[in-house]
């Protein structure tokens, strides 16, 4: 089993910037990608940026050039930079893992509050 657990988020002002950890434990495993998903009230999840461990990114159109999503391979964490943040980022950000352990799996954290308000 793998968990996941998010940290860093918070409330700040427009214009400012705020950083999320996503941590994968366990045993056994090897993980390909790690994801950042958010969804905000009413609304749907929606993928935020991907890190695979082959060195690849990937952002929504809505972030790129705002956020920064890296990853510390060694320690099975992912990092999300966020930079000059909006109103409409607010939301809870999930952390997804996929992995493998003889098969195929993904996992889920429990989401980190991100508010950007004045």
């Known amino acids: 089993q793998v968990q996941v657990v998010e940290s860093g988020g918070g409330l700040v002002q427009p214009g400012g910037s705020l950083k999320l950890s996503c941590a994968a434990t366990g045993s056994g495993f090897a993980i390909y990608v790690m994801r950042w998903y958010r969804q905000a009230p009413g609304q749907q999840r929606e993928l935020v940026a991907a890190y695979s461990t082959a060195g690849s990114t990937n952002y929504a159109p809505s972030v790129k050039d705002r956020f920064t999503i890296s990853g510390d391979d060694a320690k099975n964490t992912v990092y999300l930079q966020m930079n000059n943040l909006k109103p409409e980022d607010t939301g809870v950000y999930y952390c997804?893992?996929?992995?493998?352990?003889?098969?195929?799996?993904?996992?889920w954290g429990q989401g980190t509050q991100v508010t950007v308000s004045s």
């Open positions: 997804n893992v996929v992995y493998d352990n003889h098969g195929y799996y993904d996992a």
